[in-house]
């Protein structure tokens, strides 16, 4: 038997800070993409601790589809990033301020 | 009913998987988040991946285990290192620099704040659920873990897995049409960037934060970022 729950879910949330750190810390947005992909992970690991401590498969159906979506996600973000790439030839977001009033 | 959230008597093995896994995924998160160059972000990543993949067996989601490392892994941080590869930004880049004042310190304790809660959540709190594993009521739960997650995504969750393969048509369709080069018409709104349409872009790969100023002496260059870098010189020098 596995160790209780508190200490996955504790794990997952320590995980979740360093991801919402880097992504609130991070300028280039490569490594803002790899941040969001952690906090997706440790919200993965909660789902499956959820799911074993409540004997409910359910959980790991969700994790599935959070893996489809991080997939769509870095695939159409990814194309942002090389969009833009080739018309302002930066991957930094403090760049990108042509929107700013 | 045995507590939600206590220990459930762990073998000594299970411990130490859990220990060694915890500290592969958190030296990986750190090295995400520290890392100067984004191909060693990306290695950091990978490490945090099959840390998490540990834990997922060690929790018995074997099949969730594998797509971990074969998508995850395989597909997403390779998706990650191309792209970093393509667009020629793998180089070191400054990170002691703070273009926002308190920024950093501000970031730490709204993380540490939200990180106490959740912590004091996971140990300290009594949850209590009202029925104990909804989904193996009509015997849903016989089987491996692969068995049990096959019938419930093609029994409960159906529509959700199709809406699924529709989101995935849509993504694929938008990366093709944000990633392609434009080209007829659709480039006249981009001249402002001549030779976009003959060059191939990873040649353009100088960098923008090592000072523009480096390009001014190749004045044949229309643009500096050819100058920028060190590959496409010689060919617009003379």
Known sequence: MSLGGGWYLALAAVLFSIGAIGLLVRRNVLVMFMCIELMLNAANLTFVTFSRLLGDIAGQVVVFFVLVVAAAEVVVGLGIVVAIFRRRDTTTADDLHVLKG | ?238
């Open chain 2, 1 to 238: 009913m045995p507590p939600l959230l206590g220990a459930v008597h762990p073998t000594i093995p299970d411990v130490i998987t859990f220990a060694i896994s915890a500290a592969i995924i958190v030296v990986g998160a750190v090295g995400v988040v520290t890392s100067r160059n984004p191909v060693h972000a990306a290695l950091s990543l990978v490490m945090t991946l099959f840390g998490v993949a540990v834990l997922f067996v060690e929790q018995r989601a074997d099949f969730l285990a594998a797509v971990q490392v074969i998508v995850y892994a395989g597909a997403i941080v390779v998706l990650f290192l191309f792209v970093i590869m393509f667009l020629g930004v793998d180089r070191r880049e400054n990170i002691e620099a703070e273009p926002l004042r308190g920024q950093r310190p501000l970031a730490l304790v709204l993380v540490a704040i939200t990180l106490l809660g959740g912590l004091l959540l996971a140990f300290a709190s009594h949850l209590t659920i009202g029925a104990h594993g909804v989904a193996c009521g009509a015997g849903v739960c016989r089987g491996s873990n692969v068995a049990q997650l096959g019938r419930s995504v093609f029994t409960t969750y159906l529509y959700a897995f199709e809406a699924t393969a529709a989101l995935l048509v849509v993504a694929v369709v938008g990366a093709v049409v944000l990633a392609r080069r434009p080209s007829g018409p659709a480039a006249a709104d981009d001249a402002d960037d001549p030779d976009d349409a003959d060059e191939p872009v990873p040649a353009v790969a100088g960098g923008s934060h090592d000072g523009s100023a480096d390009g001014s002496p190749d004045a044949g260059a229309p643009v500096d970022p050819v100058g920028a870098g060190g590959r496409g010189g010689p060919e617009v020098g003379p």
